[in-house]
């Protein structure tokens, strides 16, 4: 009598491929992505801003960390802080700008905000610094 000889268990195929497959289409959308934007024009020599001294726009209000305004150096009230900068309009829409520094919690810089968009102000804006290094 003869056995038959026992067929060694099926491998299961590992996704290795579909893996790749992925890995590869990730890596082709990145590479894409990556070239929608141009490049700088290479003749050009950006203006290096760093040396140069700054100050705060002279119609703006500063608004310091400890939530006090100033307006062009002198102490002001922020009820009185509309009528001070009346005359800095844009299209018939009167215009502020705020400069805060950078330790005011935000949640003060949102209520002063509010509180000059109720005393009438249609837009405010927030100055801030931007660096590029």
């Given at each position: 009598?003869?056995?038959?000889?026992?067929?060694?268990?099926?491998?299961?195929?590992?996704?290795?491929?579909?893996?790749?497959?992925?890995?590869?289409?990730?890596?082709?959308?990145?590479?894409?992505?990556?070239?929608?934007a141009?490049?700088?024009?290479?003749?050009?020599?950006?203006?290096?801003?760093?040396?140069?001294?700054?100050?705060?726009?002279?119609?703006?209000?500063?608004?310091h960390?400890?939530?006090?305004?100033?307006?062009?150096?002198?102490?002001?009230?922020?009820?009185?802080?509309?009528?001070?900068?009346?005359?800095?309009?844009?299209?018939?829409?009167?215009?502020?700008?705020?400069?805060?520094?950078?330790?005011?919690?935000?949640?003060?810089?949102?209520?002063?905000?509010?509180?000059?968009?109720?005393?009438?102000?249609?837009r405010?804006?927030?100055?801030?610094?931007?660096?590029?290094?």
């Amino acid at each position: 009598m003869q056995l038959a000889a026992a067929k060694p268990p099926a491998k299961k195929s590992e996704p290795t491929i579909a893996l790749i497959n992925v890995v590869f289409l990730m890596l082709i959308f990145f590479l894409i992505a990556g070239t929608l934007a141009p490049p700088i024009d290479r003749d050009v020599t950006l203006v290096k801003a760093s040396d140069l001294e700054g100050r705060e726009p002279p119609d703006a209000l500063v608004i310091h960390v400890d939530g006090s305004i100033t307006f062009r150096g002198e102490a002001v009230e922020l009820a009185d802080a509309l009528s001070l900068i009346g005359n800095a309009e844009e299209g018939g829409e009167a215009v502020i700008r705020l400069v805060p520094d950078r330790d005011l919690p935000a949640v003060k810089l949102v209520e002063i905000g509010n509180e000059l968009r109720r005393a009438g102000a249609k837009r405010v804006f927030i100055v801030t610094e931007r660096g590029l290094e």
